[in-house]
């Protein structure tokens, strides 16, 4: 039922753009080199795309907001470093995943606070969080990477449900709740408020200041879920994890579609823009493209993509007039 | 709308440009790949020089990839993933973490591509302990540079003398030895006392601001070593802001062009010369070896020299 509205949805409405922009990707890939379109790779795609997707969810919360969460790349080493740090101490794996969790959402939350209660604007408060908690980061791990940590935490990201790898399975479950989050509940409903109008959305009653401080802190931890990933997949916690991850993040959000002046946008654009651009690197390293000229694609690619998305959006909107 | 009707067949006849260019991989040569800890900087390109002429003399197709970042392990591992998809027949890996790199190391041996290792090892308990196999070392040992680094400031200084450390990224197996070599150099000699070991990351904008800060606290310092020559030439340039060029001898390591300059103009001390262009063709010989089935010797030194 979800599913088919969905998908009636994507083709329709505002990813029309976007999921053009990766099935056009993806043909020219197919027809240029033989190795995309195998079974293995299109399943590492899958695994690459979820390190930045499953950040990408928390971010598109705050920009339906209106605002901007510059930290959560240092939030990923934080959480990576409390989690290493607990299971060095002899945690258990689900304790020290929960310390980490909960320090990411933490984090977060006082950005929420700095926000909403300090009236900071939201590109210093959390630009101020990225430097503290690579700081907090570097501090509790003096600087050092840990590594080696027992089999049930590396099977988030070795371990596979039919096939599909570990980390994809989480990543389709965090956008479905997401999804269901944004469309099906009233805090959803709050969020694109808040995003469209803030002022009108206080006068209406909404705790405004309370609904924005939760954005902040689900976008902590998913900051938070993409460190657990990340210490799994390296089998190492390491300070100076995550470096530049905020960007990559919000370039996800943007090429999905969603405005950076808040209110509209949606998940499932942004699981299609963390795809095209795990897509376009993949295709890039395949076809052996100089490191170089890699970085010039992937700007040039988001500048495309949010082009041809901004053409078709003008386009529906002169239509519906 | 003339903007859409511009930008969508535009994007697809560079897309359709793009699909017929498919040469590379129609290309009958065996295909080696180069996966280097970054490409902006000097030690790596000339790896790849090294590399590329002896891939053009033994007919290989080279592939060369690096993240954009010299931290950044994930991406090379992405990096890694994605090569052994395009079925390259050896993977020569300047690995960006020791031990974070093993699981993609596994990921190469399942898929029956052999491993090289390149100028830094792979850590060897997380390789066994992971089940994992490298089919060769090749590079410098980065102890022993160290060592040449330290005694050369010894020297030069008379055993008298505050220094200042540059290190790496923290935790990365080619900084720390030489950093463990150069330490051990100046605990022989009583005099030299490190009064500042700061990480600068093995970049030149963080190594300028580093020396920066260094210079303020510890104003008296005569001698500074630099676990690289980006950072070396980023704390000279620091020092020249400061208008102390000559008082204080700088030491670097990889002996890249500038450093020599450096050297040659009497702005730098020394540095230590670790040959890239050797440890590239040597990997893609190494590689050619690989491939023709023979075997190759698990360890292969590149000679390591002081340049003053």
Redesign the interface.
Known sequence: MIARRTLRRIIAGREAGTTLGLLVLCIALWIATPFFATAANLSNVAEQSAIVGVIAIGMTFVILTGGIDLSVGSLVALAGVVIGGALQRGWPVSGAVGAGLLAGVAAGAVNGLMITRGRLPPFIATLGMMSVARGGALMLSDGRPISGFPDPLRVIATGNLLGVPAPVVLLLALYFVAYLVLTRTVVGRYIYAIGGNEEATVLAGVDVRFHKTVVYAISGLSAAVCAVLLVARLDSAQPIAGIGYELDAIAAVVIGGTSLLGGSGSVIGTLIGALIMSVLRNGLNLLGVSSYLQQVAIGAVIIVAVLIDMALRRRVQRSIR | ?P??RR??PA??VA??A??C??G??ASAKP?VALVVKT?NNQFFIDMEAGAKAAADSLGLEL???????E????RQ???V???I???VKVLLLVPN?S??I??AVLKANAAGIPVVAVDTRIDAA?LA?AGATVASFIGSDNEDGGRMAGAFLVEKLGGNALVAVLEG???HETADARLRGFRTALASAPGMKIVASQ?A?MERDQAFNVTQNILQSNPGITALFACNDVMALGALAAIAAAKRTGSITVVGFDAQDDARKAIAQHRMGATIAQNPREMGRMAVITASRLIRGERVPAEQPVAISLVR
């Open positions: 709308m903007t859409i930008v969508v994007l697809c897309l359709l793009a699909a260019n498919r590379g991989d295909t490409l592939v060369v990839q690096a993240p954009e970042r931290i950044d392990v994930e591992m992405q990096i993933e994605n090569l998809q395009r079925k973490g031990k974070e093993v699981p997380t302990a990224v923290p935790g990480p990351n």
